[in-house]
């Protein structure tokens, strides 16, 4: 009998990865930060508008912290002894082609600084960072030039499209 549901269950797996499944998203929002209020459906809207556009589900956590939290993952990490803007972690061990898991991690302090300090807003910053981070959760990479401008070019494209004007480095 358990032979039966494990063959079931993988020639289910086997199709689920050639058939998009539709409405696969989960999207947990984790808000641990007090500098800026964070609207989760306006979040949950952007990632979704940017999974759809991609032709990707996705099982994300989004977290919202301070500088010295998000300095203390990155240290731990990655090795880096500084606070950064956004970090993300891909947790792919899935065979579903379609589908990404993984962690967004953003310092809201550090965009409420940027903002107040460019002079524009901080949803807008804070949308640059989820943008960032699904991009890279998606297979984009920023660390050679040319894929850099790529990935700026990307973020240059979507992030009007829900209605921010806030400038893209590179």
């Known amino acids: 009998r358990t032979l039966f549901v494990t063959s079931w269950f993988r020639i289910l797996l086997m199709r689920m990865s050639r058939k998009r499944i539709k409405n696969l998203m989960k999207l947990d929002i984790i808000d641990l930060q007090k500098f800026y209020r964070i609207d989760k459906n306006t979040v949950r809207k952007l990632v979704k508008g ?22 203390e993952i990155n240290k731990n990490f990655l090795g880096h002894n500084y606070a ?20 967004i991690i953003v310092s809201v302090e550090m965009a409420a600084k940027l ?10 910053e804070v949308a640059l960072y989820i ?18 401008k790529k990935m700026h070019q ?17």
């Open 50 to 71: 940017i999974l759809k556009d991609e032709g990707k589900d996705a099982e994300l956590n989004i977290v919202f912290l301070d500088n010295k939290r998000i300095k």
């Open 84 to 103: 950064t803007d956004v970090l993300s972690f891909s947790y792919n061990e899935t065979s579903l082609e379609n589908n990404i898991t993984g962690e």
């Open 115 to 124: 903002a107040q300090n460019n002079g524009h807003a901080v949803e807008g």
């Open 131 to 148: 943008v960032h981070g699904l991009l890279h959760l998606l297979g984009y990479d920023d660390r050679q030039k040319r894929n850099a």
């Open 154 to 170: 990307r973020e240059r494209e979507l992030l009007p499209t829900f209605g921010y004007n806030v400038p893209v480095p590179g």
